[in-house]
């Protein structure tokens, strides 16, 4: 069995406790992918050690030629898209359609990163005293602590790695434990397209200890961290206290409004891809289906009909719609919810059970499942269950419609299926999200613009497109008096007026 390394001052290297843990593929967990450093504390500090060489370096290296190196690692998972991909899914389980899709994201990402470093604007504006310019520029910050979650193995570590790169910055990279092997691929490709050695480190291991370790670090300045609400409560106050800079990206419960005007057969489309698409496990994923009344009846009895036909099972096999769920956790709490829902009096309409078809048996597999009659305030209307589990709600109004999908305490992301320009433009303005689709499902952002969620969701930061270069730098602004004379700001000789 392969075992694999972290890799820390500028080498492969064992962990300090010579611990590993397996990784094992969720389809079929007789499949062992292979094993990975379990590191700790000491691992954590000869990292910080090194990043800060690192950073050293990087930092005076200009920022087209940071720029230079993104491009590179772009065009090196080109190349390695379809291995990625596959290792991916093996690890992860969504179909290889899924997972190419991930890796893309990066290569996205990995450009638009290299077109930035032409750009990393400051501004220059004028002075309020002659012979006196003002500007402002952006600075790198330091070490980064990057701690990313299991369902967008690639996606997730570029979209902050590649813009903390480009700033000048060096990283500190804990994948996700259950998909340690795409995080691996990734720190290769770095390494190969010619980051030095220590600007990059990866230290494998649980969140508990390796996690903990980089947000406790006093000196990692930056974390930027995805994952659930929970644990990001956990990370939001620790670097409260330590008066550390924080991105926050966490969970959602994100619904897809559909009217009586829009087109049934699109609606459908929509809602299967952002329900069932990665077994529900997107921070996406439409987990409220609220219709109304005129088109309740048919879009429902439709959609079961067109989720029972959904084929479950190895997402590396042909055919295959939807995958297994991450592990034996994800699992028990799909289930819990199933009871959950019923206890609450919603209407089980089709799955709420494991498969029993040839093939999932060795694998975390859930029929994706449809409740119907779910009112708003029910648990299953309110928490994140991030499974393939969709709750329907039936509204009548569109006021009552946009209060149902505002009434909950995330808000990354909604989606809208309407003819009506109107009600679009209302659905835009007035739902509170960080994302509105309109005629599309709430799942499909693209790596240029800024991604992320209100409330609970999120602190205010946003990954991707040009919002992110922010987080990942420091303003900092420059007064150049060419004037020989000493002349006073904020005193009153204010010489704006004409002589
Ligand atoms: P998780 O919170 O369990 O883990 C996320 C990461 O945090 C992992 O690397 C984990 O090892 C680490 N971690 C765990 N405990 C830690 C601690 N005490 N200190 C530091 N690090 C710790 O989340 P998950 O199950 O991997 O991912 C699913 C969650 O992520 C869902 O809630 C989903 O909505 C959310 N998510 C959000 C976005 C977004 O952009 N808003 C994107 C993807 C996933």
Redesign the pocket.
């Known amino acids: 069995m392969k075992q694999f390394r972290n890799f820390v001052a500028g080498e492969w290297v064992a962990p300090a406790g010579g611990e590993y843990f397996e990784n094992r593929n969720p389809a079929d967990m007789s499949d062992v992918v292979g094993q990975f450093p379990l590191s700790g504390a000491a691992d954590v500090e000869r990292a910080v050690e090194s990043a800060w060489r690192g950073f050293e370096l990087w930092r005076r290296t200009p920022a087209p030629a940071r720029g230079d190196v993104m491009r590179r690692i772009g065009d090196l998972m080109v190349k390695r898209k379809e291995e990625i991909a596959d290792q991916m899914t093996r690890e992860m389980g969504k179909p290889l359609t899924e997972t190419r899709g991930d890796v893309q994201e990066g290569i996205d990402t990995a450009y638009y990163a290299a077109g930035e470093g032409r750009r990393l604007f400051g501004h220059t504006v004028p002075s309020e005293m002659r012979n006196k310019w003002a500007m402002s520029y952006r600075r790198p910050i330091g070490v980064c602590g990057i701690?990313?979650?299991?369902?967008?193995p690639m996606a997730?570590p570029t979209w902050k790695m590649f813009p903390a790169l480009l700033c000048g910055n060096a990283c500190i990279f804990?994948?996700?434990?259950?998909v340690p092997v795409t995080g691996h691929m990734l720190v290769e490709i770095m390494l190969e397209a010619g980051l030095p050695p220590e600007v990059i480190q990866l230290v494998h291991g649980?969140?508990?200890s390796?996690?903990?370790a980089?947000?406790n670090h006093p000196r990692i300045p930056v974390i930027s961290?995805?994952?659930?609400?929970?644990?990001?409560r956990?990370?939001g106050e620790i670097c409260g206290r330590m008066h550390k800079r924080l991105s926050l990206?966490?969970?959602?419960k994100n619904a897809m409004l559909v009217f009586d005007d829009a087109d049934p057969e699109l609606a459908i489309e929509g809602v299967l891809w952002g329900a069932f698409g990665t077994t529900g496990?997107?921070?996406t994923a439409t987990s409220r289906l609220i219709v109304q009344d005129g088109i309740h009846d048919e879009l429902v009895s439709r959609l079961i009909d067109r989720a029972r036909a959904l084929k479950l099972g190895d997402g590396r096999k042909k055919g295959t719609d939807v995958g297994p769920l991450?592990n034996q956790n994800a699992l028990e709490k799909v289930e819990r919810y199933i009871d959950i829902g019923q206890g609450e009096g919603a209407d089980l309409m089709c799955g709420g059970q494991r498969p029993t078809a040839p093939g999932t048996e060795k694998g975390f597999f859930f029929e994706p499942t449809i409740f119907a009659r779910v009112r708003a305030g029910m648990r299953l209307e309110q928490e994140?269950i991030?499974g393939p589990v969709l709750s329907v709600i039936r509204f009548q109004t569109v006021d009552e419609a946009f209060a149902i999908n505002n009434d909950v305490r995330y808000g990354?992301s909604s989606s809208v299926y309407t003819r009506d320009v109107n009600v679009a433009m209302r659905a835009i303005v007035e739902l509170d999200n960080g994302i509105t689709y309109i005629n599309a499902p709430t799942i499909g952002a693209e790596a240029h613009l800024p991604?992320?969620?209100v409330k609970q969701?999120?602190n205010g930061h946003r990954?991707g497109g040009w919002e992110v270069y922010e987080f990942y730098s420091e303003t900092k602004v420059g007064y150049l008096d060419f004037s020989g004379a000493l002349q006073r700001a904020q005193i009153d000789n204010y010489l704006g007026t004409p002589d």
């Not at 804990?174 to 259950?178: Q, R, V």
């Not at 961290?225 to 990001?232: A, D, H, R």
Request: with cysteine; net charge negative.
């Open positions: 701690i990313t979650p299991f369902n967008f997730i804990k994948p996700a434990e259950d649980v969140g508990e390796v996690g903990a980089i947000v961290f995805t994952g659930s609400t929970e644990t990001g956990i990370v990206e966490m969970g959602g496990q997107r921070c991450i994140e991030f990354l991604f992320g969620g969701t999120g990954e």
